[in-house]
């Protein structure tokens, strides 16, 4: 009788551990489906950064192959080694990481803002060893955004400082002409006369046009937007950029994805924008060893233009106030070009980023919505 109770006893316990191994197998499942479709991207490293296991949001995030993103490092998708250095000081210090923010490269070579989370899991295994498990947060668009509002406020700002310049510089400077053509008329005609008025004249005539100028660099651009390729556009402004640059002794190099779709654009207004671009990078390079890259590919939703120099860079503290007006480092410049660019663009419904390395070069980069299908 006792040994029919133990044998039924070790009859259920066989059951319950049966059930339990069920259980984990379940959870397991369960968990890999998650990690699997889950829409960020997740992945899973050694102590020394290296994949050991990635899912399919991470792959398409970067645009890799899942296996090809298992030879590499997480140091290998970092623009910047030294903020690499800092995550891989922070995680082997604290043994997690929360919201660290980087810029990181797909494989074609797009650039995108992310947040990183990384924490230490122990393995379980009694063995001390452990692993990395993290998640990757694109916020480009976020980022983007944000940048966009602070570009709009700051358009909006410029644009009422104009209009209030205009008001109270063109009303005295108007009284100023009339003033001058009467005393134009009164004053005995002399060499000396004639000079004076001729230099009031011209200078009050310059005042009137850097007002113009000013108001016109601020205010929205009226475009009209027709669905097109982008071929076209900037094959026109190249050629009126390639005789700058074969008498500069200067290289031309093009690099547009084959098949692109149409965008929505104002042909003559855009290629403005672009030659404005082109020249600019043009006067930065020197005679003789200057690259002029122009390159255009498709994203998800947008076409991306980026034309960069091998020229002498603009300083970091320089690059937020590029687009501002009358910000200019030439000397005979007045700094409106990059602000009409910049609304160009804007009113486009795109985005123009730059950056932007001194001795090394300058790269801006175009975003512009794709037109939808009619």
Do not use: W
């Not at 003559?268 to 030659?275: D, E, N, R, S």
């Not at 030439?330 to 609304?343: D, F, I, P, Q, Y």
Request: net charge neutral; charged share 30%; with cysteine.
């Amino acid at each position: 009788m006792a040994g029919k109770k133990q044998g039924d006893r070790l009859k259920a316990a066989h059951e319950r551990l049966k059930r339990a191994n069920r259980r984990i197998d379940e959870n397991q499942k369960k968990y890999q489906e998650l990690f699997d479709k889950s829409i960020d991207a997740i992945f899973v490293t050694t102590p020394e950064l290296l994949f050991t296991d990635i899912n399919k949001s991470m792959a398409t995030l970067f645009g890799f192959d899942q296996n090809e993103l298992l030879t590499l490092n997480l140091k290998n998708l970092f623009k910047d080694g030294r903020r690499f250095s800092e995550l891989n000081k922070r995680i082997t210090k604290n043994g997690s990481l929360i919201d660290f923010e980087a810029v990181l490269k797909t494989k074609s070579g797009l650039e995108i803002n992310c947040v990183i989370n990384m924490a230490e899991l122990d393995v379980g295994d009694g063995s001390n060893f452990y692993i990395y498990q993290g998640i990757i947060h694109d916020v480009t668009a976020r980022k983007r955004a944000e940048r966009e509002m602070i570009m709009a406020e700051k358009i909006a700002m410029t644009g009422k400082i104009a209009r209030s310049i205009a008001h109270e510089v063109r009303n005295p400077l108007t009284n100023l002409n009339l003033a001058l053509e009467q005393l134009s008329d009164e004053i005995p005609e002399s060499d000396d006369s004639t000079l004076y008025v001729d230099i009031i004249k011209r200078n009050a005539d310059r005042i009137g046009q850097l007002i113009t100028e000013l108001l016109e660099s601020s205010k929205p651009k009226s475009l009209e937007l027709l669905s097109q390729p982008i071929y076209p556009v900037l094959d026109e402004a190249l050629k009126l950029t390639k005789d700058r640059l074969k008498l500069r002794e200067m290289k031309l190099k093009e690099s547009f994805e084959k098949d692109l779709p149409d965008v929505r654009v104002d042909k003559a207004q855009l290629k403005t924008a672009l030659l404005n671009i082109f020249i600019n990078a043009t006067e930065a390079m020197k005679t003789g060893v200057g690259v002029l890259l122009v390159e255009a590919k498709r994203t998800s939703d947008e076409i991306v233009i980026k034309i960069s120099d091998n020229g002498k860079g603009i300083e970091k503290k320089n690059l937020t106030e590029l687009f501002d007006p009358y910000f200019t480092a030439k000397k005979s410049g007045m700094g409106l070009g990059l602000t009409a660019v910049r609304n160009i663009i804007n009113g486009h419904n795109g985005s123009i980023e730059v950056d932007s390395e001194i001795k090394k070069g300058t790269s801006f980069t175009i975003q512009l919505p794709i037109a939808p299908i009619s």
